[in-house]
């Protein structure tokens, strides 16, 4: 079993940034992918930002947010700057693992969701 710990949401003024982080905990796995999502107020989840193989933004946060994780793969970040109040959302992490004893299984597991809102 995996489990994902968000932290580093808040609230932030136009212009300003943040960074999130997202602890991943567990025995005996291998992180496939982790990403980002995020919700805002009568709008679908999104994908804001993928780290796999390949790094890929949504349109709309490119040049602007970066992701990334720690050498032991186990935390992944999203550095989020010049933040707009479109950006308001609840911020989910995801993480796409396999497990070493069933590496033909994929398994996804969720944050528990953090709070960022810009104000203007």
């Known amino acids: 079993q995996v489990q994902l710990v968000e932290s580093g949401g808040g609230l932030v003024q136009f212009g300003g940034s943040l960074r999130l982080s997202c602890a991943v905990s567990g025995s005996d796995y291998t992180i496939r992918a982790m990403d980002w999502y995020r919700q805002a107020p009568g709008k679908q989840r999104e994908l804001v930002a993928l780290?796999?193989?390949?790094?890929l933004y949504a349109d709309s946060v490119k040049g602007r947010f970066i992701i990334s994780r720690d050498n032991a793969r186990d935390t992944v970040y999203l550095q989020m700057n010049s933040l707009k109040p479109e950006d308001t959302a609840v911020y989910y992490c995801?993480?796409?693992?396999?497990?070493?004893?069933?590496?033909?299984?994929?398994?996804?597991?969720w944050g528990q969701g953090t709070q960022v809102t810009v104000s203007s």
């Open positions: 780290l796999s193989s390949r790094t």
């Open positions: 995801h993480v796409q693992i396999q497990y070493s004893n069933s590496s033909a299984v994929f398994y996804n597991y």
